[in-house]
């Protein structure tokens, strides 16, 4: 992953270095706009909106959370990524061409589905979906894959887009957290429509007894933010300095 790599490398000094441990994260936030500026822009913007108001939109992401998406998966460049409620691949198309887009063969994207009802991944273009195997479709519900280990058990992102009811939301979220390898991204669509997601993220702070802020010491984030109706936290191993 592009910017925990780097910290890692850089010597103590190193600007870069000592930019990446403030807050906010400007250089990600900077690079997250300019890859949704590029992507809403582009062509495949285009083609992606079309398919998906061929095929019917409603469930399905809008453009806005489709390019925060695929600015994040650019950024971040994760090697394994889960997505929770797939469905007809709108998510999972943005999610793809971002990895195709920093060239990462041999990344992967393990999408769960679990209605029956729907094609899974219809709307993913056949460059993406067959692009050395990246895209990992798996039909069945998120509990039934955890119990049965059927998934990596370190990623770098997770995608929530299944059930957006409070339990259920917090439910993943917890879950996949502890998977998610430092610097991962848990990402969140539809976090408007309850209390889950800010109950989570505040969860994960912790603070100073004496000035009430944030104990970066302690607190299990780096960086967390809404854009639209995605909702992202980068995950920070608490014993990261």
């Not at 000592?18 to 809403?40: C, G, H, K, L």
């Not at 950024?75 to 887009?101: N, T, Y």
Request: charged share 25%.
């Amino acid at each position: 992953m592009r910017v925990f790599q780097r910290q890692a490398q850089a010597p103590p000094d190193d600007p870069a270095r000592i930019q990446t441990r403030s807050t906010p994260f400007y250089a990600m936030w900077d690079s997250v706009v300019r890859f949704a500026q590029e992507i809403r822009a582009s062509d495949f913007m285009v083609e992606m909106i079309r398919r998906r108001d061929a095929y019917g939109s409603e469930g399905v992401m809008g453009a806005l959370d489709c390019a925060t998406l695929y600015g994040l998966t650019r950024w971040l460049r994760p090697a394994a990524s889960v997505e929770s409620g797939g469905f007809i691949g709108m998510s999972s198309a943005f999610i793809l061409k971002a990895l195709a887009d920093e060239k990462l063969t041999t990344a992967k994207l393990y999408s769960i589905e679990w209605s029956e009802e729907c094609e899974q991944g219809a709307l993913i273009p056949n460059e993406l979906r067959s692009a050395l195997g990246g895209f990992v479709p798996m039909r069945g519900k998120v509990e039934d894959f955890l119990k049965r280990d059927q998934l990596p058990r370190s990623i770098d992102m997770f995608l929530h887009d299944s059930s957006h009811s409070y339990r259920h939301m917090l439910w993943e979220f917890r879950q996949f957290w502890p998977r998610l390898s430092h610097g991962g991204l848990l990402v969140s669509h539809d976090v408007q429509m309850n209390a889950a997601f800010p109950e989570f993220v505040t969860k994960t702070y912790a603070h100073d007894k004496k000035t009430g802020r944030r104990d970066e010491q302690r607190t299990s984030h780096y960086e967390w933010g809404r854009w639209g109706y995605i909702g992202f936290a980068v995950k920070k191993n608490r014993s990261a300095s």
